[in-house]
């Protein structure tokens, strides 16, 4: 049984690891587009040397696929949310609104969608 723990802590650290350089990496794309983003910046904005930086991601462009993955799959996420609070005739109308508004307001999925 405790064998199994240092796994299990070990993966969930990895896991936080990753998310946090996809969080960074997700605001500095946005910021500065794939051409100016820095992989330096990212790397020390999560806290990580750019090494651990690049065992979770091989390159600069697997990282930016990710982080645009990530924005993308928030918006759906809560687009299907929304989606299955509406009822009747008007759900995909509200869903459809729903969806440009969040595209509207998330400036993140904005700056990946224009730069790229």
């Not at 462009?61 to 996420?77: C, G, I, K, P, T």
């Not at 509200?94 to 307001?105: A, E």
């Amino acid at each position: 049984m405790s064998a199994a723990t240092p796994a299990r802590t070990q993966t969930e650290r990895a896991d936080q690891t990753r998310a946090r350089i996809l969080e960074a990496a997700v605001l500095e794309f946005s910021a500065n587009g794939m051409a100016g983003a820095r992989t330096e910046q990212i790397a020390e904005a999560a806290g990580v040397n750019k090494a651990l930086l690049y065992y979770y991601f091989s390159n600069k462009q697997a990282l930016y696929d990710a982080a645009f993955e990530s924005v993308a799959n928030r918006v759906m996420a809560t687009g299907m949310l929304r989606w299955r609070r509406v009822l009747g005739g008007e759900r995909i109308v509200r869903f459809t609104l729903s969806h440009f508004d969040r595209i509207h307001s998330q400036r993140a999925f904005q700056s990946c969608c224009s730069r790229r």
